[in-house]
């Protein structure tokens, strides 16, 4: 199985790497049209800003290649909120990402002193359907988030996690799946929605 | 719901685990790789590696160990000790850590602290503060671990800290470190009020109950320990399942 990172101007891609690497996957780091496209799986990881990397990947014409893959892809983190239609995380309070998803990515807003931003942390999720991604885990999961910004909920929503609000913990449409926390640094239960998605 | 956190600190010499225990199930207790992957299967939410190596071959030594530690180790860890400048955060990072504690080098060059924000992101500038309660109630940093006291006090450089993109601030009360009577409860009562970031409570650990009333009282989001893990003085499992009967959202692994 071929296995494909998305290299791009975004932080945090090495940790998945080692993560493929502890399940004994060998991956490829590529930002090469033609490898991404021919890989059996694709991860689209990382830590970043919306606006900066979504002007590298147009740039770069990954943004084509990303929506026009037809292999699983896996989005985390960051690449959860560029599969989105936008984000509030630009200068102007607006940047246009992907639009594999139909919702939009909000910035929080702290409720009370209690609700810190950003949420970093492990937090639980409640998937709302039988969704392979999440086969195997127990009740109440817990997962480690780092992030300040969120995608709203709709209906590829496969997850939710409630912090200061209810929001997307995860997505799913066709063959394109996304998690907003890390499952590269959530020890054995990232380990087993990793293996869900190459499963798939 | 988020889960107040457990982190065990390690702090590493020339690559290797100072004060190292014995778990029964691991081979080489001086080995922070082994170790850390120990307290990970325990439920530790983090770890954090403080190097307190002087010499130049010790540095080296300590970057090797931190991608051995991000190939093996499935949960987030924080590196901190000899971070000076831009260079040694970007080293560590390539080098697979997933955050930064910056501690006398934030003090001395407030602006490193915007710059690790600004380049790599907030969520991993950790700003460590070493701070001391006088008689008058007045809570003054220290540099070079405690050692030398510096014209900052601990709220407003928390705030500045926030201000300048901190992700998140790892207070050490130095009047309750190593007394084992309970962690600096109204102060990091005040500094979570304070500041809108996470805030990680160190120094004073002794019994299951100071974790209680960190998290109560206290207000912290995370509570780091060293030698109480280290010495088996507490298991990490019971722990969170004592704080977890008491109503401290904790995540049992």
Same mark, same amino acid.
């Given at each position: 199985?071929?296995?494909?990172?998305?290299?791009?101007?975004?932080?945090?891609?090495?940790? *998945?790497?080692?993560?493929?690497?502890?399940?004994?996957?060998?991956?490829?780091?590529?930002?090469?049209?033609?490898?991404?496209?021919?890989?059996?799986?694709?991860?689209?990881?990382? *830590?970043?800003?919306?606006?900066?990397?979504?002007?590298?990947?147009?740039?770069?014409?990954?943004?084509?290649?990303?929506?026009?893959?037809?292999?699983?892809?896996?989005?985390?983190?960051?690449?959860?909120?560029?599969?989105?239609?936008?984000?509030?995380?630009?200068?102007?309070?607006?940047?246009?990402?992907?639009?594999?998803?139909?919702?939009?990515? %909000?910035?929080?807003?702290?409720?009370? %002193?209690?609700?810190?931003?950003?949420?970093?942390?492990?937090?639980?999720?409640?998937?709302?359907?039988?969704?392979?991604?999440?086969?195997?885990?127990?009740?109440?999961?817990?997962?480690?988030?780092?992030?300040?910004?969120?995608?709203?909920?709709?209906?590829?929503?496969?997850?939710?996690?409630?912090?200061?609000?209810?929001?997307?913990?995860?997505?799913?449409?066709?063959?394109?799946?996304?998690?907003?926390?890390?499952?590269?640094?959530?020890? %054995?239960?990232?380990?087993?929605?990793?293996?869900?998605?190459?499963?798939? | 719901?988020?889960?107040?956190? @457990?982190?065990?600190?390690?702090?590493?010499?020339?690559?290797?685990?100072?004060?190292?225990?014995?778990?029964?199930?691991?081979?080489?207790?001086?080995?922070?790789?082994?170790?850390?992957?120990?307290?990970?299967?325990?439920?530790?939410?983090?770890?954090?590696?403080?190097?307190?190596?002087?010499?130049?071959?010790?540095?080296?030594?300590?970057?090797?160990?931190?991608?051995?530690?991000?190939?093996?180790?499935?949960?987030?860890?924080?590196?901190?000790?000899?971070?000076?400048?831009?260079?040694?955060?970007?080293?560590?990072?390539?080098?697979?850590?997933?955050?930064?504690?910056?501690?006398?080098?934030?003090?001395?060059?407030?602006?490193?602290?915007?710059?690790?924000?600004?380049?790599?992101?907030?969520?991993?500038?950790?700003?460590?503060?070493?701070?001391?309660?006088?008689?008058?109630?007045?809570?003054?940093?220290?540099?070079?671990?405690?050692?030398?006291?510096?014209?900052?006090?601990?709220?407003?450089?928390?705030?500045?800290?926030?201000?300048?993109?901190?992700?998140? @601030?790892?207070?050490?009360?130095?009047?309750?470190?190593?007394?084992?009577?309970?962690? /600096?409860?109204? /102060?990091?009562?005040?500094?979570?009020?304070?500041?809108?970031?996470?805030?990680?409570?160190?120094?004073?650990?002794?019994?299951?109950?100071?974790?209680?009333?960190?998290?109560?009282?206290?207000?912290?989001?995370?509570?780091?320990?060293?030698?109480?893990?280290?010495?088996?003085?507490?298991?990490?499992?019971?722990?969170?399942?004592?704080?977890?009967?008491?109503?401290?959202?904790?995540?049992?692994?």
């Amino acid at each position: 199985m071929k296995v494909a990172i998305i290299k791009y101007n975004a932080g945090n891609i090495f940790s *998945v790497d080692n993560a493929m690497k502890r399940i004994g996957v060998e991956a490829e780091i590529t930002g090469d049209a033609e490898l991404i496209s021919k890989a059996d799986k694709v991860i689209f990881p990382g *830590v970043g800003e919306a606006e900066t990397t979504m002007r590298y990947l147009r740039e770069h014409k990954l943004d084509e290649v990303i929506c026009n893959l037809r292999q699983p892809v896996l989005g985390i983190c960051i690449g959860l909120q560029l599969m989105c239609k936008s984000s509030a995380e630009a200068d102007n309070g607006k940047v246009d990402c992907l639009g594999i998803f139909d919702e939009t990515v %909000q910035r929080f807003v702290p409720t009370t %002193q209690i609700s810190k931003v950003p949420h970093m942390g492990w937090n639980t999720i409640q998937p709302v359907d039988g969704n392979p991604l999440f086969n195997g885990l127990p009740r109440d999961p817990y997962f480690y988030y780092v992030h300040s910004y969120y995608a709203t909920v709709g209906p590829d929503t496969i997850a939710t996690t409630d912090y200061i609000n209810p929001y997307s913990a995860a997505l799913h449409k066709d063959n394109f799946y996304a998690v907003q926390f890390h499952p590269e640094k959530s020890g %054995q239960l990232g380990e087993v929605v990793l293996n869900n998605f190459l499963a798939m | 719901m988020l889960a107040k956190r @457990i982190i065990p600190c390690l702090d590493i010499k020339n690559g290797q685990t100072v004060k190292g225990v014995n778990f029964v199930n691991i081979r080489n207790v001086g080995d922070p790789v082994e170790l850390g992957a120990e307290y990970s299967r325990q439920g530790a939410d983090e770890l954090v590696f403080l190097d307190i190596t002087a010499s130049f071959e010790g540095r080296k030594t300590f970057v090797d160990l931190v991608k051995r530690i991000a190939r093996n180790i499935s949960i987030p860890f924080t590196v901190g000790g000899g971070i000076h400048e831009m260079k040694d955060v970007d080293t560590l990072l390539c080098a697979g850590a997933d955050k930064v504690s910056i501690n006398s080098a934030a003090l001395r060059h407030p602006e490193l602290i915007t710059e690790v924000a600004k380049q790599f992101g907030s969520q991993v500038a950790t700003v460590a503060i070493d701070a001391r309660q006088d008689e008058s109630g007045e809570w003054t940093c220290y540099l070079n671990g405690g050692r030398v006291p510096t014209e900052r006090h601990l709220f407003e450089w928390a705030k500045e800290a926030q201000e300048r993109g901190a992700g998140e @601030i790892l207070f050490t009360s130095m009047n309750h470190d190593g007394v084992k009577q309970g962690f /600096a409860n109204e /102060a990091l009562a005040r500094l979570s009020s304070e500041l809108s970031i996470p805030v990680i409570a160190s120094g004073g650990a002794g019994a299951m109950e100071h974790f209680k009333e960190v998290f109560t009282t206290g207000k912290a989001d995370a509570a780091l320990a060293a030698s109480i893990f280290h010495f088996h003085e507490i298991a990490i499992p019971d722990l969170k399942h004592y704080l977890a009967k008491e109503g401290i959202p904790m995540r049992i692994v």
